[in-house]
């Protein structure tokens, strides 16, 4: 029994230092982690079965969409660091649409951020981060739209 509950008591010590090692990656600044939270927060929230006016799927919904139309250089960067999140299988092609539709202008931070990400905004988060053959798809999917010059996702 006691080596049970010793190694229950190791994995959740490494669990904790795994979460704190990637707080410590650098951190967005302020105004683009005041964009992509709600994002997040709202995802976490959703139940995909649940898709009806006011839910937290529509929200997340709604929320991408002002991401896309605002055209401000946070939400370029907000736009790319989604790109490391499972939003949804509708949401995941508007978050493509999100960073292609911004065009060449995206493509240096879209390959820095492939490299070298931010680290969590808050630990919760960590339950969306995609896999790394699932984020690998994303940035590659962006980067070969950027350089083709057509936004994929945005029709």
Known sequence: MKRI???????LILVMVAVAVKSLLPRPPKEVGNLVAPILDA???ADDSQYEPG???WKVEELLDQLVKDRSAS?????IILLDYYLGEHN?????????????AVLPLVIR????PFGLLKPQYELLKLNRQERDFMYQQALESLRSGKPFGCD
């Open 5 to 11: 509950i010793l190694a229950v008591a190791i994995c």
């Open 43 to 45: 995802r976490l929230r």
């Open 55 to 57: 839910s937290p799927a």
């Open 75 to 79: 939400a370029g960067v907000a736009s």
């Open 92 to 104: 995941g092609e508007t978050e493509l649409c999100a960073v292609t539709s911004r065009g060449t």
């Open 113 to 116: 951020y492939r490299e070298h």
